[in-house]
């Protein structure tokens, strides 16, 4: 049954992945369906009641627009608190990993609202690995080496991977060892990327990678015909080819315990 549930979230993975390839966008059908059906499907496996009603709440958390603020104060303390009456240290790393992932979203570091959620979605779904993996988790570490937690590890160094021919290219142009790369404004508008230049007092500065789209504006009143860029990675891609590594072999992690 668990496996079952790891080839369907593979599937609606899959279809996220298409989507954020095509528009840098996923709907969030895809990850509200990632999580009631994973959930169901673990409560189906494990039978654990209060695992079920800590995920909806974290569910309804996510993707109900009426809880923000301190609107989602008391949710946020009855999901933990259900899940943390489990007393199954797999079920505790699921709020935890919740709010870490959400945090990161909100201090930058995942870039996209639908990197987070996927994330969040695949920690609620499935706080534990299959027992099929050839790579099998080592504990205690393996409590904290969540299937959600070696997905973005996995992520994140497949991601690396795939920037190195351009930053390889970069440097043979004379740009340095970088993955941003000069573009014309008109061009750049159109593209997948962010602009890591801005325009003040008539320079040129360097800013973080910003969806500010007044930036090409205030480039193109300055004068400016270009902008130096970086590509917008569709980071649900390698979160998927991580989701149904870390699920069907196993995290690597293991190894280095």
């Not at 499907?41 to 695992?51: E, R, S, T």
């Not at 994140?156 to 440097?171: D, F, G, H, K, Y």
């Amino acid at each position: 049954m668990y496996g079952l549930s790891v080839a369907l979230c593979s599937f609606i993975l899959l279809t996220a992945s298409i989507q954020d390839w095509k528009k840098r966008e996923v709907d969030d059908l895809c990850w509200i369906a990632l999580c009631i059906l994973g959930s169901a499907m673990l409560f189906i496996y494990d039978g654990n009641v209060l695992a079920l009603i800590g995920n909806v709440i974290l569910t309804a958390l996510l993707f109900s627009e009426q809880l923000s603020g301190w609107l989602a104060v008391p949710p946020a303390i009855a999901a933990s608190s259900c899940l943390i009456l489990t007393f199954d240290p797999h079920y505790m790393m699921i709020p935890i990993m919740f709010f870490s992932f959400f945090g990161m979203y909100c201090s930058g570091i995942l870039k996209g609202g639908a990197d987070a959620k996927a994330l969040i979605s695949i920690s609620m779904a499935f706080p534990f690995f299959p027992e099929c993996t050839i790579i099998g988790p080592v504990f205690p570490a393996g409590y904290v080496f969540c299937p959600s937690f070696c997905t973005l590890m996995m992520s994140l160094v497949l991601t690396l991977i795939s920037a190195v021919p351009l930053a390889l290219r970069n440097m043979m142009n004379g740009n340095g060892l970088s993955i941003s790369r000069t573009m014309d404004l008109d061009e750049a508008e159109r593209s997948f990327v962010w602009p890591v230049e801005d325009a003040k007092d008539g320079l040129k500065v360097r800013i973080r990678p910003d969806d500010d789209s007044g930036v090409y504006g205030r480039l193109r009143n300055a004068g400016f015909k270009d902008v130096r860029v970086t590509w917008k990675i569709p980071f649900i891609i390698p979160v998927t080819a991580s989701f149904i590594m870390t699920m069907s072999v196993g995290s690597p992690l293991f190894l280095l315990i």
